[in-house]
């Protein structure tokens, strides 16, 4: 049984910090491919980051040079660091896992396992 918990989601001023975390049981971060998305209130599910086993990354974007992805394998979590926030940032974060870091690229179709979400507010 996987389970992905995340925490760290809150409010924040525009141009503030917040860093997520994704805790896993069940699967282990270090050989396996993981990732966040984003939905906004009336919007798809979007992509938002992802790492795999190899330490590649991927980034969406509208994220790229603000928001960093990383791991702990020791504690079997994996963070999300977002700097520099904006209004249009706020969303429920998800996490998820998948063993290819292109399924997350890919929008997170079929994925098997998914967080709860966690929601980050940017005030302007």
């Known amino acids: 049984q996987v389970q992905l918990v995340e925490s760290g989601g809150g409010l924040v001023q525009a141009g503030g910090s917040l860093r997520l975390s994704c805790a896993a049981s069940?699967?282990?971060?270090?050989?396996?491919?993981m990732g966040w998305f984003r939905q906004a209130p009336g919007k798809e599910r979007e992509f938002v980051a992802a790492?795999?086993?190899?330490?590649?990354?991927r980034y969406a974007d509208s994220v790229k040079g603000r928001f960093t992805i990383s791991r702990d394998n020791a504690k079997n979590t994996v963070y999300l660091q977002m700097n520099s926030l904006k209004p249009e940032d706020t969303a429920v974060y998800y996490c998820?896992?998948?063993?290819?870091?292109?399924?997350?690229?890919?929008?997170?179709?079929?994925?098997?396992?998914w967080g709860k979400g966690t929601l980050v507010t940017v005030s302007s």
């Open positions: 998820a896992a998948d063993p290819s870091i292109a399924t997350f690229v890919r929008g997170g179709y079929g994925m098997d396992y």
């Open positions: 069940g699967r282990t971060v270090s050989t396996s491919g």
């Open positions: 790492l795999d086993w190899s330490e590649i990354t």
